[in-house]
């Protein structure tokens, strides 16, 4: 049900009579502003959406989707954990998703302000007791970071980056940094799911998480946007004994591959296939059988 406090009508009669799957920027160009809460297809959980100001919910108000897959593999994932560490956040969808299992302990990481304030909103909207969100950055060291956002004030910044030190000086802000090593010192989980969205500092959040992968063999949803950065992850989770599965959003599906890597599209990155799944091979089985076969019976939208 979506929130009858939505001031413009125009918004849900372009919504209801919309059967187009559209670009973010066709949303931004062609379509109505919509302000209240918008569902997050079939699990009783919405994210506010004030005009336009959120891709994540836009795209989940009028394509009535949003990564879909991935989102089905990390329910499922998650369903199995006791921690689940969402890795930049932003406005809360994979944490959202995660709390549907209310035993699973959340840590959302997210370094913009106003982006774990609208996360902060989402998860008092619907009543989650289960997430902690973290104003922070993951990182190979604990200390300061050097953040640097989009300068609108009306838009819940996407693409935000961790700059190396000697790029400090055009950051817009300081924040702290966190190893996933440290953020599980004092856990006494032993099943660990992992959600990697960082732009291009994945790496540097994996070299912070050795322990943790060599010692509890966390699984990862790993977004790959950066060439460099993949070939990196690749490389540190090949050595330790790690798979890569590719995530097709539209078709519903996972297949092997060798590495990680950016899907291209005409020279541009392919939206629908951002997204990669990294386990330990001694995980295989289990994940063909009990994750993978359950994919299309699990769908949120």
């Not at 891709?55 to 009028?62: P, Q, T």
């Not at 922070?136 to 004030?153: H, M, P, Q, R």
């Amino acid at each position: 049900m979506l929130d009858p406090k939505n001031l413009n009508l125009d918004a849900l009669y372009f919504r209801k009579h919309n059967d187009k799957h559209l670009l973010i920027n066709e949303i931004h160009s062609q379509c109505p502003p919509y302000f209240g809460f918008v569902p997050l297809g079939k699990s009783n959980i919405y994210m506010l959406l004030c005009g336009k100001d959120d891709g994540v919910a836009l795209k989940l108000f009028y394509n009535k989707t949003y990564e879909a897959t991935s989102l089905c593999l990390w329910r499922l994932i998650t369903a199995r954990c006791d921690t689940a560490i969402d890795v930049g956040a932003h406005t809360g969808i994979y944490s959202l998703v995660a709390a549907l299992n209310k035993t699973l302990t959340i840590a959302s990481v997210e370094p913009v302000a106003c982006n774990l304030n609208r996360l902060i909103n989402n998860i008092r909207y619907n009543q989650i007791q289960n997430v902690t969100p973290l104003l922070a950055a993951c990182s190979n060291t604990n200390g300061k970071a050097s953040l640097k956002s989009g300068t609108s004030l009306d838009y819940l910044t996407s693409g935000a980056k961790i700059l190396p030190e000697d790029e400090a000086d055009s950051c817009i802000s300081q924040i702290p940094s966190i190893t996933i090593d440290q953020l599980l010192s004092n856990s006494p989980s032993r099943r660990i799911a992992i959600k990697l969205d960082i732009e291009g500092h994945e790496f540097n959040a994996l070299q912070g998480a050795l322990n943790t992968i060599s010692q509890l063999r966390p699984s990862f949803i790993i977004e790959c946007t950066n060439a460099q950065a993949s070939r990196d992850c690749s490389e540190l989770l090949s050595q330790q004994g790690y798979i890569f599965f590719l995530i097709e959003e539209l078709e519903c599906r996972v297949s092997q591959t060798d590495r990680l890597f950016p899907s291209l599209k005409q020279e541009t990155l392919d939206m629908n296939r951002l997204n990669r799944l990294a386990i330990p091979k001694e995980q295989q089985a289990y994940f063909e059988q009990n994750v993978f076969g359950a994919l299309r019976h699990s769908l949120l939208f």
